[in-house]
T-cell receptor, first 112, second 113 residues
Framework: GDSVTQMEGPVTLSEEAFLTINCTYT??????LFWYVQYPGEGLQLLLK?????DKGSNKGFEATYRKETTSFHLEKGSVQVSDSAVYFC???????????FGAGTRLAVHP | DAGVIQSPRHEVTEMGQEVTLRCKPI?????LFWYRQTMMRGLELLIY????????DSGMPEDRFSAKMPNASFSTLKIQPSEPRDSAVYFC???????????FGPGTRLTVL
């Protein structure tokens, strides 16, 4: 079945460091891919998405490129801030039914 | 729009009691989802509705769990009887077109003693 695998956390970085959170997926067909972010005490919110191969999603300085050949959708940010501390979830939607399959989540902690 | 509204935000109950969680989706959204989040299992989809009709309930863990959507603006998730292992944060989310963003509510933190 369809699945998403994320790098395990927690990831701890200093402010202004470069961030990469790895995400790979297994799916039949051509899924849409998403990154959601969950700040402490809140629900998830969409960070970015890509709907087809080679698409790049971007938002708030975060980027991810849909790589069909490596079945990956890694999240990157050039310079993280303390306010980026949160849990990040990679997800895929396949079959056109709006049903998302989430990875386990990666906790990011950014220190001043 | 106020976003997805869930109530209560926190619920503490004793084993064996009935628990009802409530959700009001964003107006105009055709899809409604119920998720459960725990440290051990992460984020799990329990059930989702399209136009008030349950489409996939394969994630509902047991017959103790049931969900309804009597109209486009209201859904409930009921646990009867509740057990300590049901303790988790339960999220409701709504969405428009398939493949589009899902909007999550703030969640209900359930503790079953």
């Amino acid at each position: 079945g369809d699945s998403v695998t994320q790098m395990e956390g927690p990831v701890t970085l200093s402010e202004e460091a470069f961030l990469t959170i790895n995400c790979t997926y297994t799916a039949t067909g051509y899924p849409s891919l998403f990154w959601y972010v969950q700040y402490p005490g809140e629900g998830l919110q969409l960070l970015l998405k890509a709907t087809k191969a080679d698409d790049k999603g971007s938002n708030k300085g975060f980027e991810a490129t849909y790589r069909k050949e490596t079945t990956s959708f890694h999240l990157e940010k050039g310079s993280v801030q303390v306010s980026d501390s949160a849990v990040y979830f990679c997800a895929l939607e396949a079959g056109g039914y709006n049903k998302l399959i989430f990875g386990a989540g990666t906790r990011l902690a950014v220190h001043p | 729009d106020a976003g997805v509204i869930q109530s209560p935000r926190h619920e503490v109950t004793e084993m064996g009691q009935e628990v009802t969680l409530r959700c009001k989706p964003i107006s105009g959204h055709d899809y409604l989802f119920w998720y459960r989040q725990t440290m051990m299992r992460g984020l799990e989809l329990l059930i989702y509705f399209n136009n008030n009709v349950p489409i996939d309930d394969s994630g509902m863990p047991e017959d103790r769990f049931s969900a309804k959507m009597p109209n486009a603006s209201f859904s409930t998730l009921k646990i009867q009887p509740s057990e300590p292992r049901d303790s988790a944060v339960y999220f409701c989310a709504s969405g428009g077109l398939a493949g589009d963003e899902q909007f999550f509510g703030p969640g209900t933190r359930l503790t079953v003693l």
